[in-house]
């Protein structure tokens, strides 16, 4: 319920304060005093659209701030779990909209995003206006109106999640069939280079090595010259150094007991002697290494070849080259997981189409027994609208009926995220007249009843707390008037109602009274509002009823009509608590 409603600096709202009442809340007052500005202000604490225009003349700044008291069992508390704002029954909703076009958000004091106050806002308020009146008139809105009345919302929503993961486990299959054609494309190219590097046989560091023996081969004959040469000079020549050092050390030996400088000298060139020897083995070894295949060295070129050209291909080195094979591997083991999730993916897009075929039937079985309640309803309340002999239809269109029998025919080619059913309210408000789309028959006034009796038919299903009626009376008067008026009590019972009209016959029904006017202070208008008294509020009547100038008839006819509503409102207040009290 709305408690309390503060307005600052807002188009020519200077600073408005109402606080609210249980009950039919009547807003009454001239055209132009300000009465769509509140609604406006409204608008902005459900997550309306707000702009810079919206600001008073002079002021930096406009400011909308309202209270809400909720039962602690209402179904917004979840919301409030699931966003991380606080809940304790009171919810205060500010929003704050700067010159710079930016509006700062506050719910319960915590910063909140537009998009949590409109999620909010929907299940705070609702508004009835023109605007919803042209809601009406579109068709697609219809079958939202029926899971309502018939309690299958809960049903739908369910249905759209499983549809939404539906459309995304498609999306997926689709986005692997895209990948697993680009890679079948590119498979062939991957296992024609697997295999020639392969076939190369590659080593690491071969590429090197061969370099190092290639330049051994090109220089085998100078190479061979210095290693005879060498070894000669050292081992096979007469005075080689092993045979002169092996003399030298014969010599010093005698000396090596009698002095120890003598045989540390001797024992270092026996070292020598030793090294010396080892490098003469080292160079016969490579006289007889060398090589005797004349085709060596072309075998060698031809090798290198072949890994330069690898190298220029998938890499700079023979490591680079291995690695890009280890990844073409990798790429083509992909290809095959790739292909068993979308195989594993299709089975279970055939489960969810199986699944979502057999909500969709059932819903859609529910949806047609809930349109022949909700046509007796509507019908049974347009004849207390003064609309009687009016006919109220529900039409499944054809494509329900073409909906395939079984799970096996393509069944989602006719089920969308709602389900199988495309419904439109069909109308007929003359005796012989065929049933016709509401959209193109009813008039202004046809239209805020008929919503008026769809209002009252939802009212116990519904979980808003708070409906607001603006322009609820338009094309429409007297009798009808009168029985629209009822009706807005009727519902008041199961909501707050805040109702603006011109209307005294709907105006006496109120349980609480405000009057909107504009007055000019230090030059500037601004709008107020108060909430009357029983004598004011006999006079605002008397308004209604004769216009500028008002009679001590017509006061006389405002103070009777009130009368007789005030005791028609306690009986209907003691009906509603029975009704509420009743168990279901």
């Known amino acids: 319920m709305l408690v309390q409603l503060s307005i600052s600096n807002l188009a020519i709202i200077s600073h408005l304060e109402a606080a609210f009442r249980p009950g039919l809340n009547i807003l009454s007052g001239e055209t132009g005093a300000g009465k769509s500005i509140i609604i406006n202000a409204v608008n902005l604490i459900l997550g309306g659209r707000a702009s810079a225009e919206l600001i008073r003349t002079g002021a930096d700044e406009a400011r909308v701030e309202a209270l809400f008291v909720l039962p602690g069992n209402a179904p917004i508390r979840s919301v409030f779990d699931e966003m991380g704002f606080p809940f304790q029954q009171e919810i205060v909703i500010r929003r704050i909209i700067s010159r710079e076009g930016r509006s700062r958000i506050t719910i319960n004091d915590s910063l909140a995003t537009l998009g949590s106050l409109s999620r909010l806002g929907q299940m705070l308020i609702s508004i009835s206006g023109q605007h919803e009146h042209q809601l009406l008139l579109r068709p697609e809105n219809h079958l939202y109106l029926l899971d309502e009345f018939g309690g299958l919302t809960g049903e739908r929503l369910e249905l759209n999640g499983l549809f939404e993961r539906y459309l995304r486990l498609k999306e997926e299959c689709r986005q692997l069939e895209k990948e697993i054609r680009e890679r079948e494309e590119r498979s062939e190219l991957s296992r024609f280079q697997m295999e020639e590097i392969d076939r190369a046989e590659l080593k690491p560091r071969e590429d090197i090595l061969l370099e190092e023996e290639r330049k051994r081969l090109r220089n085998s004959d100078l190479l061979a010259g210095i290693v005879k040469e060498a070894y000669h000079v050292l081992y096979e020549m007469d005075g080689a150094a092993v045979s002169n050092v092996g003399a030298c050390l014969r010599k ?24 010396l020897e080892e490098v003469a083995y080292s160079l016969r070894e490579m006289q007889e290494r060398q090589p005797d295949d004349p085709y060596r060295l072309e075998m060698v070129d031809e090798r290198l070849q072949l890994l330069n050209r690898l190298k220029r ?16 591997s990798g790429t083509i083991g992909d290809l095959d997981q790739k292909k068993e999730s979308l195989s594993v993916a299709f089975h279970s897009v055939e489960g969810m189409e199986k699944e979502i075929f057999g909500r969709a039937v059932e819903l859609s079985e529910k949806r047609k027994k809930a349109a022949k309640s909700l046509e007796k309803a509507a019908m049974d309340e347009l004849g207390l609208l003064a609309m009687g002999g ?59 009843r008929i919503m008026l009796a769809l209002k009252t038919i939802l009212a116990g299903k519904g979980s808003v707390e708070t409906v607001i009626f603006d322009e609820v009376d338009s094309g429409i008067g007297g009798a009808t008037a009168e029985l629209v008026g009822e009706k807005l009590r009727c519902l008041a019972a199961y909501h707050q109602i805040l109702c603006i009209t011109h209307l005294p016959q709907i105006a006496c029904k109120g349980e609480t009274h405000f009057l909107v006017t504009k007055e000019v202070a230090n030059k500037r208008t601004a709008t107020v509002i108060a909430r009357l008294t029983p004598e004011a509020r006999v006079k605002e009547v008397a308004r209604l009823l004769a216009g500028k100038t008002v009679s001590e008839s017509a006061l006389a006819h405002a103070r009777e009509i009130l009368e007789i509503s005030n005791v028609e409102c306690r009986m209907s207040n003691v009906q509603g608590k029975k009704e509420r009290e009743r168990p279901t």
């Open 313 to 328: 291909k998938y890499g700079s080195s023979l490591e680079e080259v291995l690695a890009f094979r280890s990844r073409l």
């Open 252 to 275: 010093m030996e005698k000396g090596t007991d009698l002095d120890e400088g003598i045989r540390s000298i001797w024992e270092n060139l026996s070292s020598i002697k030793v090294d």
């Open 390 to 448: 009016t006919r109220f239809a529900v039409r499944f269109s054809m494509m329900d009926a073409e909906a395939p029998s079984n799970p096996s025919s393509s069944p989602m080619k006719t089920i969308k995220a709602d389900g199988l059913d495309r419904v439109e309210f069909m109308l007929s408000t003359n005796v012989g007249e065929d049933l016709k789309p509401l959209s193109k028959i009813a008039s202004g006034g046809e239209l805020s």
